[in-house]
């Protein structure tokens, strides 16, 4: 297949996700579900979805519900509210009238007698970027590698935190030193469209011999080997996702590759305070197939 080819196949998948949000906007659109449908890893659609699209896929669907919302609004006087919300697939009328009002700056029924066109117009523009980025992008085989590893579960403000508490055990067992062993840290979740409180990182470090047990909460994890496309990110992680999206928009497509159905994950090259926080180095791996 050449990369035209491949390219292609990648648009008409995304055409068909967007095809399905048109036509069940009343029901399930989670992320689990809509990564069924484009035959995409769930670990990486949201990624993949906001890349393409320019949009988070929650924002999509709601955005698409609106339309339709809108829509029903103003061609027939006659739909209440609550019809409309529920045709639309939001859970309560009140859930869509803020939705609504957060959108239009209006209320539905005030938007009911006197449709606004021109804001829905401004509303419902969904930038597909095609921005080009030249990328420095390695395809390795990444070698199994056992780490020790603690979960956070929260904020990502708070990662920070369980940092902390990761760098406590490490000096306290001496199993994983920072010296001779990788740090490595897995985003199980996207934090630009993850609610806070459900989001969830693993800090982690290599290990060579069996752990230890300790009441900090760390535990053994695996990274499996495989195939793994690399892009280095400098600076702050804070703003790892300026390096991780085009990857997704602009080098996957034309790549040929497929993606495995593993989170990406971060080995961070550089170790604070040692190295000040703007010149830190993190190489991104993505799993191939």
């Not at 990662?159 to 920072?178: E, I, K, N, T, Y």
């Not at 195939?227 to 600076?235: L, M, N, Q």
Request: with cysteine.
């Amino acid at each position: 297949m050449t990369d035209q080819q491949h390219g292609h196949a990648y648009a008409k998948r995304f055409e068909a996700v967007l095809a399905y949000i048109d036509s069940h906007l009343e029901g399930d659109l989670s992320v689990a579900a809509l990564s069924r449908i484009a035959h995409f890893s769930a670990f990486h659609f949201h990624r993949q979805f906001s890349a393409y699209m320019g949009v988070p896929v929650s924002r999509y669907v709601q955005l698409m519900r609106l339309r339709r919302a809108a829509h029903q609004l103003a061609a027939s006087p006659a739909t209440s509210v609550l019809e409309a919300a529920s045709a639309a697939g939001f859970e309560s009328p009140e859930a869509f009238a803020r939705a609504f009002r957060r959108a239009f700056g209006m209320t539905p029924s005030v938007f009911a007698k006197a449709p606004n066109w021109h804001t829905w117009s401004a509303v419902f523009v969904v930038p597909q970027l095609s921005r080009s980025i030249t990328m420095q992008i390695r395809i390795v085989d990444f070698a199994e590698t056992r780490v020790a590893a603690l979960e956070h579960r929260g904020a990502p403000a708070s990662v920070g935190d369980s940092v902390a508490r990761f760098r406590q055990w490490r000096l306290q067992s001496g199993q994983s030193p920072v010296a001779s062993s990788r740090t490595f840290g897995i985003p199980y979740d996207n934090p630009d469209t993850t609610p806070a409180q459900d989001f969830r990182f693993a800090i982690c470090g290599e290990i060579d011999g069996a752990l230890l047990a300790n009441d900090l909460g760390v535990h053994e994890l695996t990274l499996p080997a495989g195939r793994c496309a690399v892009v280095r990110h400098r600076g702050s992680p804070d703003y790892i996702g300026e390096t991780i999206y085009p990857l997704y928009r602009d080098w996957l497509p034309s790549s040929n590759e497929e993606l495995r159905d593993h989170p990406l994950f971060f080995h961070y090259l550089s170790v604070y305070p040692d190295t000040p926080v703007e010149q830190w180095e993190t190489d991104v791996y993505v799993p191939l197939k």
